[in-house]
């Protein structure tokens, strides 16, 4: 363990509680807003070696000075096998043992940033928790509870993989998992059935806690979902439910010595029964309040919106915060990797738009959610290029606000290839609503969409300019007739480009068919909403049905209420 350390942390505060809702939660702070930093910004997206000053500022910059966050979770250990990216004397510095050699120019620019900042004296979680609350946020370590990227390939030599790892196969869970074969993460991943991978674990988290000035240690089971042998789920269910009783009472021991409290966060499948399936048992955790914040979360691709009621009627009347996962990697129509789709949409597949974040958001707050957790937030400002200022993030703690603001929801999307989406990992989950074939056999398919403003009261108001449900079909031809309802009442709407002889389609009959709730005087009030398509007569030509491919409601607000239409109509009031 480190020593030395406390003399440099800040002036201890009380240890009090925050009243969010009815919770009174342990921190000093209400938790609206969390970014997840996976440790890589100041160390892999820069030519190395990098500044401390230069290291900060690519970790802090962009993405938490002058924003209203509330915490960042730094994930600074990328496996269980203890490769982190700081001076750990539990665990090793990921890829030392082939450190000054790596195979990739990508890990050598963070290794060699790293190893710049050792030299110098520097430990980089040290420096992170510093600058953290110098620009007043709380700093969690994030922990990725059983992420084993790269680290399986025996010719892999780089920052994600440990002595250890490689020295103990004992320690894994093997070829005998009994899970899915398409969970190939499995075999590879250490088992948490076994008390040496426990105990080596608590010991890593425990020297975060005491020996490093962090606000509390996540527990992310998203990278990846497993932690034993489906053999051994009631039994490894039970032995994790004592770790995580031990790491409670780590924390509380942080709590005594640093003077202010000391959370512990866990990210779970937001498809509830999954959770069970995995093993992580969040409901005894909430209930011995072993547990501050749980963040219901999808794998890795975007997702709308998840059924937050478990979670949230779980927590009620505890000190556990519920956060839903914003998660920015594409899997929308329209923020694709599915390069075939792009003429659908036109253009360059791109990650989200702030609408999209702004309905997330607001979707989750709507089903009673405290806070809104965002994981790879890099993605915007680094991959995709849409947002180079994350200016979003200036909105998603006020919910008041962004009901006043354009919104797009978008119904969560299956991946092209399946992969990702709950299902793929978990025996128990459902695919994601779309795409959807809708046949003879099958004609009416039902999905339904969380909108968390009252747009009603917004076109009472004259604030709201449109509220368009539009809907992508595949194999559209003019004898076909649909029928679309929301709420079991049938709205109306045209395809565009229209299905008329002679005119114009997308490849495939692709056709959009659009209906404006607020011209027929149906905006819909805040809550969740059921949208009804109906294939009421199918060309008797076709042996195949139709195709609901994606779904989204756009909603746009005029931006100077009470003026003219034709001012809102001025450049930059329409966005």
């Not at 924390?251 to 399936?277: F, L, M, N, T």
Request: with cysteine.
């Amino acid at each position: 363990m480190q020593t030395g350390m406390v003399e440099h942390w800040p002036k201890a505060k009380a240890m009090t509680s925050t009243t969010i809702a009815n919770k009174t939660f342990r921190m000093n702070r209400p938790y609206r807003v969390i970014i997840n930093d996976d440790g890589g910004r100041g160390f892999r997206n820069y030519v190395a070696p990098l500044t401390k000053d230069q290291y900060l500022a690519a970790v802090f910059d962009v993405q938490v000075k002058d924003k209203p966050i509330d915490a960042m979770f730094w994930c600074g250990i990328n496996n269980p096998a203890g490769a982190t990216w700081y001076d750990s004397k539990v665990g090793e510095r990921g890829g030392d043992l082939f450190w000054p050699q790596v195979q990739q120019a990508w890990e050598w620019h963070g290794m060699k940033t790293r190893d710049t900042l050792y030299k110098q004296g520097h430990d980089p979680l040290k420096l992170i928790c510093d600058r953290c609350h110098e620009l007043g946020k709380d700093l969690w370590l994030s922990f990725r509870a059983n992420d084993v990227h790269h680290s399986w390939d025996p010719h892999y030599k780089g920052s994600k993989m440990t002595r250890k790892y490689l020295e103990r196969e004992d320690l894994r869970v093997g070829p005998n998992h009994g899970r899915m074969p398409q969970v190939t993460y499995a075999p590879r991943q250490w088992d948490y059935a076994k008390q040496e991978v426990r105990d080596f674990v608590l010991a890593l988290l425990s020297e975060a806690f005491l020996d490093y000035d962090v606000d509390g240690v996540e527990l992310d089971f998203m990278r990846s979902e497993f932690l034993f042998a489906k053999s051994d789920t009631v039994e490894g269910t039970k032995a994790f439910n004592g770790f995580m009783r031990a790491l409670r009472n780590v924390a509380d021991q942080a709590e005594q010595k640093k003077g202010r409290p000391q959370g512990i966060a866990v990210r779970v499948p937001s498809y509830e029964p999954a959770c069970a399936e995995a093993g992580l048992d969040w409901r005894t955790w909430v209930d011995e309040k072993l547990v501050d914040v749980i963040t219901a979360s999808t794998h890795q691709p975007t997702e709308q919106e998840s059924d937050l009621a478990p979670f949230v009627q779980g927590c009620n009347d505890t000190g556990t915060l519920v956060c839903f996962c914003l998660e920015p990697s594409a899997s929308a129509p329209h923020a694709t990797y599915d390069r075939s789709m792009i003429h659908i949409h036109g253009g360059t597949p791109t990650g989200l738009s702030t609408e999209n974040y702004r309905s997330m958001a607001l979707g989750a707050y709507q089903q009673g959610a405290d806070g809104v957790y965002f994981f790879n937030t890099h993605f915007p400002f680094e991959r995709f290029d849409t947002h180079p200022k994350l200016e979003f993030l200036d909105e998603m703690h006020d919910r008041e606000l962004m009901a006043t603001q354009d919104q797009t929801y978008v119904v969560s999307h299956q991946p092209w290839n399946g992969r990702y989406s709950h299902d793929w990992f978990f025996e128990c989950a459902p695919p994601r609503p779309l795409p959807k074939w809708i046949t003879r056999e099958e004609p009416e398919y039902t999905f339904t969409i969380t909108i968390g403003a009252d747009l009603q009261e917004a076109a009472v108001a004259q604030r709201l300019r449109a509220a368009k449900l539009r809907l992508c079909l595949a194999q559209v031809t003019p004898p076909d007739i649909i029928e679309v309802l929301w709420n079991g009442k049938t709205i109306d709407g045209q395809f565009n480009p229209p299905v008329v002889p002679g005119t114009w389609q997308h490849w495939y009959a692709i056709h959009f068919w659009i209906a404006d709730l607020t011209d027929q005087e149906q905006a819909p009030k805040a809550g969740t909403h059921a949208i009804t398509v109906r294939l009421k007569h199918r060309n008797p030509e076709i042996e195949e049905g139709l195709i609901l491919h994606s779904a989204e409601f756009d909603v746009r607000h005029w931006h100077r209420p009470g003026m003219p239409h034709a001012v809102n109509e001025l450049p930059g009031m329409f966005r």
